[in-house]
């Protein structure tokens, strides 16, 4: 074991394993490690400049008893930068503090020759490397100590009931519906980063903790320390990057359905809104509106001059998005022109097929920059130059036909390896060049990976079905997305999945569903509603008609006196509008999310820690979903202060739970504190 100082980093060798930790942002430290090679240099998520911090670093002996009465000196070094330090001791150990308490230590529970506390004969160690057959990668086992009373949150958004993440085990890898974004918060004061794309799994047991990448060059996490969840988003956004100006004439209603199949029925809804007297801030055209996957442009039989659409759309003041996915059908006139290229990801094994919905297709390979190039100039001709204001970019996982990770291969190496980052290198494909013209970019996007925030990603959390079990789950997402960096979030309100829009059942849950979204980032209209009784337009087997469509999911689509009630939550959202944008001013600055964890304001209340049902929306307004079929009441917790019931006016003091407050079907419980 041998400790030296490397520009302003702590460095340790130890069997062919070389060690790097250094200063990285306020309070903060990266740790990487490499077997057998040099460092890779590769930021992934840290890409933020955070230059300037020196650390203090210092190599020392200590004393270590090995029996009969014998004292034997062995070294360890410590690395402080700010609040947080690291204590690495004679085998390799590393422990984490804020100011002098112990936060985080890796496991370990193999003899090291004395008779320390962490000896023991299980040959357990804290960075376990096992070589992969016929390749230069590795999988890495990172474990460390775990904190019983510990809870953690953040990690991005799974499909599960949990906001505390203590106790879970969670698959690093992309899914629909599931966005992985390692990054995770603790009670006990830190943030730490995963900062590995591949595929893996999280386990946070109550025995250890586990980090496991199955295909890695080399170890690179982030841990930063700070008092408050509030600290931490902002240490974590400084060094990997903040949201950028929510523009403010995209904080009220968006239009949207599966799906709008000619340019007329758009126009037809739009002017529909604007007899209403209800302003609709983007209208978004839906999938299948191209002639087959991969064209990336319309189909003229029922979309003969989108230009024109667009313009009359922006006299009206409604901006206009457009589906994009990463899908190339071998039929598109785009496929093999890409497929020669090399555009395109590839398989390892068998038919060099990634995705069959609707076509035999593969997917883009956004890691080659030629093919981020190639597919912006085709979507710029087609969409971009007529007018179209924003991009939704579906499928953006990938959507893998089979989720079978160890078959797919991109330009920067296999999918095991660097698949997580897959939706933000799709991302920037539009991303990097609209944001050269000076404009807000605001695309709609269905993943994310740590980082992601920065691109100008809305994130929704996928098709979910019309369940009032999914809505309870999609706060939970919401949150834990919030915590990991992404405030631009949203859902399909009234989940994606319906079978039968008359049902007075799933009219009550999009109702609810419908209550929470005017309290959340972004109020977005979307679902594919049943039954599917439409005709097809014609009896093509490609383009813009032969798919089916939904009901329709316009606001008055569902009965007069639920119309009503979406009206009168429509008009609240429009009364917070400048409070809506200073909730995405502050996300911009210093990370924090628009919906928000109890405890992320109000920390030292310890039962806010454990509330799972309840949020706030910014620091003014906590909200109480109602998560149940037929539930008109329910309890709330307040925390200190006092607070304002928004229903009749009623004031109550904080810090006791409110019993049974009234929940009618027109009324969400809502509280301002005062």
């Known amino acids: 074991m041998r400790f030296e100082i490397v520009d302003n980093a702590l460095q340790f060798y130890h069997n062919g394993e070389t060690v790097r930790i250094e200063p990285w942002g306020k309070d903060s430290l990266r740790v990487r490690s490499r077997v057998w090679g040099s460092f890779t240099n590769r930021q992934w998520a840290l890409t933020e400049d955070v230059s300037g911090y020196k650390a203090e670093i210092s190599i020392d002996e200590e004393d270590h008893w090995v029996g009969d009465g014998n004292i034997d000196k062995r070294q360890i070094a410590t690395i402080v930068n700010g609040r947080a330090k690291a204590v690495v001791n004679f085998v390799g150990i590393i422990r984490f503090y804020k100011d002098d308490k112990l936060v985080l230590q890796e496991y370990y529970r193999?003899?090291?020759?004395?008779?320390?506390?962490?000896?023991?004969?299980?040959?357990?160690?804290?960075?376990?490397?096992?070589?992969?057959?016929?390749?230069?990668?590795?999988?890495?086992?990172?474990?460390?100590?775990?904190?019983?009373?510990?809870?953690?949150?953040?990690?991005?958004?799974y499909q599960q009931p949990n906001l505390n993440l203590k106790g879970c085990t969670l698959e690093l890898a992309q899914r629909n519906s599931q966005a992985s974004v390692p990054f995770a918060i603790s009670s006990l004061g830190y943030g730490f980063l995963w900062n590995i794309p591949a595929v893996g799994t999280c386990n946070f047991g109550m025995n250890y903790t586990e980090w496991i990448a199955k295909s890695a060059k080399e170890m690179d996490y982030w841990i930063t320390v700070a008092d408050t969840p509030k600290a931490i988003?902002?240490?974590?956004?400084?060094?990997?990057?903040?949201?950028?100006?929510?523009?403010?004439?995209?904080?009220?209603?968006?239009?949207?359905?599966?799906?709008?199949?000619?340019?007329?029925?758009?126009?037809?809804?739009?002017?529909?809104?604007?007899?209403?007297?209800?302003?609709?801030?983007?209208?978004?055209?839906?999938?299948?509106?191209?002639?087959?996957?991969?064209?990336?442009?319309?189909?003229?039989?029922?979309?003969?001059?989108p230009k024109a659409m667009v313009d009359e759309l922006h006299s009206m003041g409604i901006r206009v998005i457009v589906s994009v996915w990463p899908s190339v059908d071998r039929r598109s006139e785009n496929f093999y022109p890409m497929m020669e290229k090399g555009l395109l990801i590839k398989t390892e094994r068998g038919a060099q097929q990634t995705y069959d919905y609707q076509g035999d297709?593969?997917?883009?390979?956004?890691?080659?920059?030629?093919?981020?190039?190639?597919?912006?100039?085709?979507?710029?001709?087609?969409?971009?130059?007529?007018?179209?204001?924003?991009?939704?970019?579906?499928?953006?996982?990938p959507d893998y036909g089979i989720y079978d990770f160890e078959n797919y291969r991109y330009f920067a190496g296999p999918a095991l390896e660097v698949t997580n980052i897959y939706p933000q290198m799709y991302s920037r494909v539009f991303y990097d060049e609209m944001v050269k013209t000076g404009k807000p970019v605001v695309n709609l996007m269905r993943c994310a990976w740590a980082g992601s925030q920065k691109y100008g990603n809305v994130i929704w959390s996928g098709d979910v079905p019309s369940t009032f079990q999914a809505f309870a789950e999609q706060i939970q997402c919401g949150l834990n997305m919030g915590l990991s960096g992404i405030a631009w979030w949203t859902t399909d309100i009234g989940g994606f999945m319906t079978d039968d829009v008359a049902d007075p059942n799933f009219r009550q849950l999009l109702i609810r569903w419908y209550q929470f979204a005017v309290y959340s980032a972004v109020l977005r209209m979307h679902g594919d509603r049943g039954p599917y009784n439409i005709p097809a337009l014609d009896n093509r087997d490609w383009g813009g008609g032969y798919l089916h469509t939904g009901q329709p999911n316009e606001l008055w689509s569902?009965?007069?006196?639920?119309?009503?009630?979406?009206?009168?939550?429509?008009?609240?959202?429009?009364?917070?509008?400048?409070?809506?944008?200073?909730?995405y001013d502050e996300a911009s600055t210093n990370g924090s999310p628009l919906i928000r964890t109890m405890f992320y304001e109000f920390p030292e209340d310890a039962k806010c820690w454990e509330i799972e049902d309840q949020y706030m929306f910014g620091a003014k307004y906590l909200v109480a979903p109602i998560l149940n079929l037929n539930q008109f009441k329910r309890d709330v917790y307040l925390p200190a202060g006092k607070w304002k019931l928004t229903s009749t006016g009623e004031v109550f003091d904080g810090g006791q739970i409110v019993k049974d407050i009234d929940a009618p079907i027109e009324y969400m419980p809502v509280f301002e504190k005062i």
Not at 120 to 149: H, M, P, Q
Not at 281 to 296: A, S
Request: aromatic share 16%; net charge negative; proline share 3%.
């Open 558 to 583: 569902y009965g007069e006196e639920n119309y009503a009630i979406m009206k009168k939550y429509y008009d609240i959202r429009i009364s917070m509008h400048d409070y809506i944008k200073s909730l």
């Open 361 to 397: 297709c593969v997917e883009i390979d956004p890691f080659n920059p030629e093919t981020r190039k190639y597919v912006w100039e085709v979507c710029k001709r087609n969409y971009a130059d007529l007018g179209f204001d924003a991009f939704w970019l579906d499928n953006s996982e």
């Open 233 to 305: 988003m902002d240490n974590y956004t400084k060094a990997t990057g903040h949201s950028p100006v929510f523009p403010e004439e995209l904080m009220g209603l968006w239009q949207c359905k599966l799906r709008y199949r000619t340019q007329e029925e758009v126009l037809e809804v739009a002017h529909a809104y604007e007899k209403a007297g209800i302003k609709i801030d983007q209208i978004v055209i839906d999938f299948f509106h191209w002639t087959v996957q991969g064209d990336w442009k319309f189909d003229k039989t029922y979309w003969p001059d």
């Open 110 to 157: 193999m003899y090291d020759g004395t008779l320390s506390q962490g000896s023991r004969c299980l040959k357990l160690i804290n960075r376990e490397w096992k070589g992969i057959i016929g390749a230069e990668n590795y999988t890495l086992n990172v474990k460390f100590e775990s904190d019983r009373n510990e809870k953690i949150f953040g990690m991005g958004q």
